[in-house]
């Protein structure tokens, strides 16, 4: 089989489309490196000093591991001198950072979850690194965090690597989501995917129901529905799965349908659910759109939202059309 690498597909893409510029293709690439060296601490764990607590807390309360804190680090550092970005954010740094003035400043902002599903780094499940690609405002000087404050649909890029059996990058900028696989002999990422469409329909539903108590009505509903089987109103058995990992339960459904979610609920009436809305939910929603599925928030489009914080959160309902929109219409109900 001819292998096509991530910078022969990036290169191929901008001759098609137009839509990948140098600068662009420098900071997917940058990216993907820093997945790759990423890939090799989670793939140390013990015998790299990786595991366990780093003993702080990041802006949202929640402890940080040490891998969380790692690998922060190496996307930092792997972004800051190529010229191609203006700033960066991060689920891990309170507000953003921009380019240290000893290096040029480019035209893009990039905005990641460092490690996703950081619960399940102690116990050898996959996890991963998700991203999103926004341009700097027209005239921009100084980079603040207003800037960042883009709805998703001005991405440019958004992707994610999976740290599983295998190592694997999930890519869009806008023209279909393409998945390579990391060659660990040759150190390179060689297409394995080419514009993988999610499955219209499914049997399968991801949702923390330990929640379930706290769920407001529509989603109870929906999920009462599920589990009523064949002789219920879907007229169909289901099944469920819960990785924990958002990345992971979002391969998943790339590859087998199905539907993901995680709704604001009555624990918290003031916190609209857990996920991030700039570096979780929209670079999750432009990969899910991409692939021909679909992502709400329970009433309109994720993509649609305009953020009024860099952190915010919010409810998240993406994967296979039919059920995105069955769910989000009892919303409406
Ligand atoms: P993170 O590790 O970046 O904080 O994100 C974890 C998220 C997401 O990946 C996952 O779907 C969800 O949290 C799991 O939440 P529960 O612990 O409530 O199951
Ligand atoms: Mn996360
Ligand atoms: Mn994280």
Not at 59 to 84: F, M, P, R, T, Y
Request: some cysteine; proline content about 5%; charged content about 20%.
């Amino acid at each position: 089989m001819k292998r096509i690498s991530l910078t022969q597909h990036l290169i191929e893409e901008q001759r098609l489309y137009n839509t990948i510029p140098a600068s662009l293709r420098l900071l997917i690439e940058v990216v993907a490196r820093a997945c790759k060296t990423i890939s090799h601490s989670v793939g140390k764990g013990a015998l790299g000093d990786v595991l366990g607590s780093a003993n702080s807390e990041n802006v949202q309360g929640e402890v940080q591991k040490k891998l969380d804190v790692i690998s922060n680090e190496i996307l930092l550092q792997a972004n800051e001198w190529g010229g191609h970005l203006a700033a960066m954010a991060s689920e891990e740094m309170e507000t953003i950072h921009p380019i240290p003035n000893r290096y040029p400043m480019g035209e893009y902002m990039l905005l990641f979850d460092p490690l996703d599903g950081s619960s399940n780094i102690d116990v050898n499940v996959s996890i991963g690194t998700i991203f999103s690609v926004l341009k700097a405002p027209e005239g921009m000087v100084t980079p603040t965090e207003k800037d960042f404050l883009q709805p998703g649909t001005m991405q440019v890029a958004a992707g994610y690597a999976v740290y599983g059996p295998q190592t694997m990058l999930v890519l869009t900028t806008g023209n279909g989501v393409q998945c390579f696989t990391l060659d660990r002999e040759m150190g390179s990422w060689v297409m394995t995917q080419r514009d993988i469409q999610i499955p219209a329909e499914t049997k399968e539903f991801a949702i923390n129901s330990s929640n379930a108590r706290h769920w407001h009505p529509p989603v109870k509903r929906y999920i009462d529905e599920m589990l009523a089987g064949r002789t219920g109103p879907r007229g169909k058995d289901f099944n469920m799965r819960w990785i924990a990992s958002m990345v992971a339960d979002v391969h998943r459904i790339l590859n087998r349908g199905g539907i993901f979610m995680y709704p604001a609920d009555l624990r918290e009436p003031d916190k609209a659910g857990k996920l991030r809305l700039m570096y979780e939910a929209n670079p999750m929603a432009f990969i899910v759109e991409q692939a021909g599925g679909t992502a709400t928030n329970g009433q309109k489009r994720i993509m649609e939202i305009q953020p009024e914080k860099l952190h915010q959160r919010v409810p998240v309902f993406l994967g296979s059309k039919s059920e995105v929109e069955r769910v989000t219409s009892y919303h409406a109900a």
